[in-house]
C-alpha cells in the first residue's frame, strides 16, 4: 500500500544549529502535513503543502509531488523544539498516511 | 493552534469493559477523522466522518468499534470490548473538507488493563 518512508528516526542537535528531515512518498501524495508532537502527545500543525516552499519563523518545508518527497528544515534550534516530528501525506482516500518519525533532541 | 477538544485525556478500564471517549470538532469543520496511535508511535486510521456521515472506515472499525457523530452533539468513538491491545492514543481531527489540511485536538490516552 501508500507509504511513507521518514528520515532519520532520531537527530540531536545543539541549540543554534540546524538540520533537515525528509519524507519519502512511495506513491503520488496529493498533499502533505508537518506536525511537533510534544511530550503531551499534542500534535501541533507546522506546515500544510499542496506544492511548493513555505515558510514560517525558522521552519521551512518543501513539497516536490513530481519526485514524491518532502522536506523540513529547522534553523538555530531551540529547547522548545525538542519533540517528536511526523509528516503525513494525503493519499487519494481523504486519510493521512504517515511518517514514522523523528525525535529530535535539542541540547543546550 | 487547534480548538478541538477531546474528553476525557485519559481513560483506563478493563479488559471487556466498554470504552468512549468524544471529540467535539472545531467550528465550521464538517469533516472528522479517528486515528490511533500506539506505543511505537503508528498512527492507524479508524474512520471518518462528513457531518453525520461515514466516509470511510477500516475492517477493527465494523466489528468492535462504533462511532458517531450526531447533529448538535459530540462526535463519540466506543471500543464494546476493550483488549489489551486498544491500549492507545486515539486522536481525533477535523477539517473544513475532505482534502484540507487537519488539525488534532490533544487526544484520550486508553489503558486498558
Known amino acids: 500500500g501508500d507509504q511513507v518512508e521518514q528520515s532519520p528516526s532520531a537527530l540531536s542537535l545543539h541549540e543554534g544549529t540546524g538540520s533537515a528531515l525528509r519524507c519519502n512518498f512511495t506513491t503520488t501524495m496529493r498533499a502533505v502535513q508537518w506536525f511537533q508532537q510534544n511530550s503531551r502527545g499534542s500534535l501541533i500543525n507546522l506546515f500544510y503543502l499542496a506544492s511548493g516552499t513555505k515558510e514560517n519563523g525558522r521552519l521551512k518545508s518543501t513539497f516536490n509531488s513530481k519526485e514524491s518527497y518532502s522536506t523540513l528544515h529547522i534553523r538555530d534550534a531551540q529547547l522548545e523544539d525538542s519533540g517528536t516530528y511526523f509528516c503525513?501525506?494525503?493519499?487519494?482516500?481523504?486519510?493521512?498516511?504517515w511518517g514514522s518519525g523523528t525525535k529530535l533532541i535539542i541540547k543546550p | 493552534n487547534s480548538k478541538v477538544i477531546q474528553t476525557p485525556r485519559y481513560l483506563v478500564k478493563g479488559q471487556g469493559q466498554k470504552a468512549k471517549m468524544r471529540c467535539i470538532p472545531e467550528?465550521?469543520?464538517?469533516?472528522v477523522f479517528w486515528y490511533q496511535q500506539n506505543k511505537n508511535n503508528e498512527f492507524k486510521f479508524l474512520i471518518n466522518?462528513?457531518?453525520?456521515?461515514?466516509?470511510?472506515q477500516i475492517d477493527m472499525t465494523e466489528k468492535r468499534f462504533s462511532a458517531e457523530c450526531p447533529s448538535n452533539s459530540p462526535c463519540s468513538l466506543e471500543i464494546q470490548s476493550s483488549e489489551a491491545g486498544d491500549s492507545a492514543l486515539y486522536l481525533c481531527a477535523s477539517s473544513r473538507d475532505r482534502y484540507a489540511e487537519q488539525f488534532f485536538g490533544p487526544g484520550t490516552r486508553l489503558t486498558v488493563l
Open positions: 467550528k465550521g469543520h464538517p469533516v
Open positions: 466522518f462528513q457531518n453525520q456521515e461515514v466516509l470511510q
Open positions: 503525513a501525506a494525503e493519499a487519494g482516500n481523504y486519510q493521512l498516511i
